[in-house]
């Protein structure tokens, strides 16, 4: 069987949360599966992070936008080749598929009501697009599939899909993420402090920046030695302009915000963090929940949408709306070891139950029931 796997931005260098699905899974694709004939779709990248095998093949194809790149380079290649199967990885694909199509489908948080304005123009742009292509090419997808019960569930009410259609497949983690010692070598590159907190931010008013700034604010007013704050993926003058918004400028001098943080670097800023605050509004995984607690870092998240089904019942839940309640979890794993020493064995035992092989397999379980 002829498999065709779109992964178009696998190869540039600031890769993100769907880039690394796709990446890890076919991945482990390829050491599971020596049979099939696979062709692994992506745009050129200055990453080659994705080497060919005997039944592995990569397919460059060159196109200056993303939406002519999907909607007409994209199925140009897909006749040459002429899979059985065509997946595409990341929400979208082509109006007009000359195969069977899968789909995965991260979420629907683009046809929900925006709460605030994206300041991206990036994100907008994308935004849009999905909200265009998405609705029009469901009816065409053989089977789609999505990370999580909750995106699951969501997805079939709000698009009243066929039951079958679509099915929930848990994201993994990549194995590098375990406890390390001696980390200061590489995190000393985006903040001098051995000891601080860790965020994952970007403009996304989803990941709830604003409010986790806030929070983090009133830590450091009752805190007797509060450590810095290291922001991952967000601009010096948007955290700025945060600041000055929500009246908390005071904080600036205990914030370090580098920007993108390379991804092999990204095991040893977990390991050093005291903790890692993933408050946000909405996520349909949240594969960084993994990776802290794969690390044997304590973590703050939200009780909402996706995360309590990914992080279980043992980690810290908080209203991520509630400022308060996020910095008085911050200031008892602070100052109280047992509770700190237990939130670390949780996260540890709790991360066993997830890997990128355990998605390939399902993953390949559906490939071949359509074929």
């Not at 943080?261 to 995984?285: C, K, M, Q, V």
Request: contains cysteine; neutral net charge.
């Amino acid at each position: 069987m002829k498999i065709a796997i779109e992964a178009q931005r696998i190869f540039r260098t600031n890769k993100h949360g769907m880039d690394f699905v796709a990446l890890e899974t076919i991945r482990e694709l390829q050491k599971l599966d020596h049979i099939h004939e696979y062709y692994i779709l992506v745009a050129p990248g200055e990453d080659h992070c994705l080497e060919e095998s005997a039944n592995f093949h990569i397919i460059e194809i060159k196109c200056p936008t993303y939406p002519l790149w999907e909607q007409v380079a994209l199925p140009l290649a897909i006749r040459k080749i002429k899979p059985e199967i065509v997946h595409c990885t990341s929400n979208t694909a082509p109006l007009f598929c000359p195969a069977r199509l899968i789909l995965t489908l991260h979420d629907i948080i683009f046809l929900e009501k925006r709460v605030h304005n994206n300041k991206s123009m990036y994100q907008n742009m994308g935004w849009y697009y999905r909200r265009f292509v998405v609705p029009r090419i469901l009816k065409k997808c053989k089977q789609i599939i999505t990370v999580s019960q909750f995106e699951c569930h969501r997805i079939r009410e709000t698009l009243h899909l066929p039951e079958e259609q679509i099915i929930a497949i848990h994201n993994g983690f990549s194995k590098r993420f375990h406890p390390l010692e001696s980390v200061y070598d590489t995190t000393k590159k985006y903040i001098p402090a051995k000891e601080y907190l860790f965020f994952l931010g970007n403009t996304d008013p989803k990941k709830n920046t604003p409010r986790t700034l806030k929070a983090y604010s009133v830590y450091v007013q009752q805190s007797t030695h509060p450590l810095p704050l290291l922001i991952a993926d967000l601009k010096e003058e948007v955290i700025h302009q945060i600041l000055k918004q929500e009246g908390i400028e005071n904080i600036k001098n205990m914030l370090y915000s580098p920007g993108y943080i390379t991804h092999s670097d990204l095991p040893a800023i977990y390991n050093g963090a005291r903790t890692f605050l993933y408050t946000s509004l909405r996520e349909s995984f949240g594969i960084p929940l993994l990776e802290a607690m794969a690390c044997g870092t304590p973590v703050i998240t939200s009780n909402t949408s996706a995360i309590p089904e990914i992080a279980g019942d043992g980690v810290i839940l908080v209203n991520p709306l509630d400022v308060n309640a996020i910095a008085k979890e911050l200031l008892r794993l602070e100052t109280d070891v047992p509770y700190r020493d237990q939130q670390i064995a949780y996260g540890l035992e709790r991360s066993k139950q997830f890997s990128w092989q355990h998605t390939a397999e399902q993953l390949l379980k559906i490939y071949e029931s359509i074929h």
